[in-house]
């Protein structure tokens, strides 16, 4: 038989063509191909670049878009390019005066786009004018956030309402400044947010207990609200707004910030805001940070039997190992907890509670000062999801392994992913190499502020955890030898985090840089 090679030219051609036609797939097989492989807006301009086919097929699947300095001179351009954008995001701007983004508002209002979220964060103020003439054009939007914000007002909340109030998610979280304001002048103002389900109004000084409840009072639908650092906010003040959410599936709230301030007296629980707490029937995720709860509210939650799957109690005080007993042994659904500083947890406390917890997915019991590596072995065996552990500033290390191996009989933990252990003086390298050969699919390893040398650990750490694409290593006592080792093992690093490591050279970075080639971020 003859080669192909050998073949007329003509043959040879139509050959081609049958190979060719063969080949062919329609355009909604490629948009399915190229969405399931697809993981951010980046494989989009890659593919956009192998054939015509292809670039008309990735504008096509291109749905958000990040404005910066350098693409607005071909804003009008790009418009017309991603004919079915859904999504535009500002916040990177750094040109962006409120002249400059009421037209850049007016523009995009130009345009035959079909908008459902809009970002314009970490601007100077709201651009009033711009949202007035984008409402009245671009009517699908349901999303918009405003985070980050020089300054905004309460008649700013007011427009956004008049504007959208179709939104279904709106954040205003964290205004630097704070408006000076007379109540009676706002209590005139509407809010008409029918279809809002998700808001994060944290930072804002001035949400004093009834502009809350006129926020809610029309939001018959909202399903989470994120309010944190309200210092205008009394506990009383959330309880009657509470009343008007009875669809409530998310709370978070604290009218203060850091550790729970005692003789701060907005910062106690009242029996009213218990009394709506409980009455939220649908409610799964609380965080409750740095306020002063008692026993009281989660024994109420615990005879309620909220469906809670997240529970934050992060720098709360007041209340006790009985009160969370109560609510563990009740709620067995807890996924994520947070009992960061509470002083009180001792080893056998975190042994009887994690009984309750089999389907924990995550932890933070940072600052549990009595917590040893018993209580971290403890967690290990009771809970099998168990895939983000946070026990920083403990005791681990404090207490010889010798007592605690039988808690495991070294059976390898391949669901642990996230491992912080930072600021655990008493960390050795033995702890490290136990650890390593436990969780051989760690993603994230955080050691920072451990004094200890851990040359030997880290070495069997990138030996045996392959997967390992955040690593921290700050204010230890890391050196250039144990950079080499973590360029060698660990290519496949995204973050490394050096920060205070007096022991490292520049020769030392330059080997990881060399050789961990998809590095996006060391600090």
């Known amino acids: 038989m003859a080669s192909l090679s050998s073949l007329p030219n003509r043959r040879r051609r139509k050959t081609s063509i049958v190979v060719a036609a063969d080949l062919y797939l329609p355009v909604e097989c490629w948009e399915y191909i190229i969405n399931f492989l697809k993981d951010d807006n980046r494989c989009l301009k890659s ?9 008309t097929i990735t504008n096509n699947l291109r749905f958000s878009l990040t404005i910066c300095d350098q693409t607005l001179p071909f804003l009008h351009l790009l418009y017309r390019r991603f004919i079915n954008l859904t999504s535009l995001n500002f916040s990177h701007l750094t040109n962006s005066s409120v002249t400059n983004l009421n037209r850049l508002l007016r523009q995009i209002s130009c345009f035959p786009l079909k908008l459902t979220s809009l970002n314009l964060s970490n601007k100077l103020r709201i651009p009033a004018n711009g949202l007035r003439h984008f409402s009245k054009k671009i009517t699908t939007l349901t999303s918009l956030t405003c985070s980050n914000m020089g300054f905004i007002s309460i008649t700013d909340i007011f427009l956004i309402s008049q504007c959208f109030p ?100 907005e910062s106690y629980i009242t029996s009213q805001f218990i009394a709506s707490l409980v009455s939220l029937k649908y409610l799964t995720c609380l965080d409750l940070l740095s306020s002063n709860i008692s026993d009281e509210l989660l024994s109420s939650i615990a005879i309620e039997g909220l469906p809670l799957t997240r529970l934050c109690l992060q720098n709360c005080k007041g209340y006790s190992y009985s009160g969370i007993f109560d609510l563990l042994s009740k709620c067995r659904h807890i996924q994520h907890l947070d009992l960061q500083r509470a002083l009180f947890l001792t080893d056998k406390h975190v042994v009887e509670m994690s ?41 681990i290390g404090k207490k010889s392994l010798e007592g605690s191996k039988s808690w495991l009989n070294f059976t390898v933990r391949p669901q642990l992913k996230y491992l912080c252990l930072a600021w655990n003086p008493w960390l050795t390298d033995e702890n490290i190499k136990l650890f390593a050969s436990i969780f051989p699919n760690l993603q994230l390893l955080d050691l920072s502020g451990c004094y200890d040398r851990f040359e030997e650990g880290i070495v069997q750490v990138l030996r045996l955890c392959c997967n390992i694409r955040n690593l921290n ?7 250039d030898e144990t950079l080499y080792v973590i360029s060698k093992s660990c290519r496949g690093l995204l973050q490394l985090s050096l920060k205070g490591c007096t022991d490292v050279t520049k020769k030392g970075m330059e080997h990881v840089v060399e050789n961990c080639r998809q590095l996006k971020l060391i600090k």
């Open 47 to 55: 593919l956009s670049l192998i054939s015509k086919q292809f670039h």
């Open 473 to 479: 290593l700050s204010y230890t006592n890391v050196d």
């Open 166 to 265: 179709l939104l279904e998610v709106l954040d205003l979280s964290d205004p630097h400044h704070r408006e000076e304001y007379v109540e009676t002048e706002t209590e005139h103002l509407s809010f008409t947010f029918f279809k809002l389900r998700k808001v994060n109004l944290s930072g804002h000084y001035h949400i004093y207990d009834k502009l809350l409840f006129r926020l809610f009072k029309n939001c018959q639908l909202l399903e989470q609200v994120i309010m944190l650092s309200c210092y205008d906010t009394t506990f009383d003040g959330v309880a009657s707004a509470l009343r008007e959410t009875p669809t409530l599936t998310s709370l978070s709230f604290s009218n203060t910030f850091g550790q729970a301030n005692e003789e701060r007296e």
């Open 355 to 395: 009984l309750f917890l089999g389907d924990l997915v995550s932890i933070n019991l940072t600052h549990c000062l009595m917590l040893t590596v018993s209580a971290f072995f403890a967690l290990i065996k009771s809970c099998p999801s168990l895939s983000d552990i946070k026990m920083e500033n403990t005791s």
